[in-house]
């Protein structure tokens, strides 16, 4: 994921664009210390970081994928 999206609006939209496959290998990748670690020395803010991983959380559960609970953050309390 070098080539990020950089706003939240932007977030949404690649998020809600995967395909079921592809969606839970970009959500486990972003769900890891190294590119939440990228994505703070860019200066995304804690509360951004969040919501970016909880949109990833909220569209595995929309597709009826189960939400891996390990990783940076357990996404099945995101998905809330």
């Known amino acids: 994921m070098s080539d990020h999206p950089k ?3 932007e977030w949404k939209s690649y ?4 395909g079921p496959e592809e969606l839970r290998a970009q959500a ?3 769900n890891t210390t190294g590119f939440v670690k990228q994505l703070q020395d860019e200066g995304v803010a804690a509360a951004d970081i969040t919501a970016i991983l909880t949109t990833f959380a909220r569209r595995l ?14 996404l099945s309390k995101l998905a809330r």
């Open 61 to 74: 559960s929309e597709s009826g994928q189960a939400l891996p609970t390990d990783g940076y953050l357990d």
């Open 7 to 9: 706003t939240l609006v």
């Open 15 to 18: 998020v809600g664009k995967l």
């Open 28 to 30: 486990m990748a972003a």
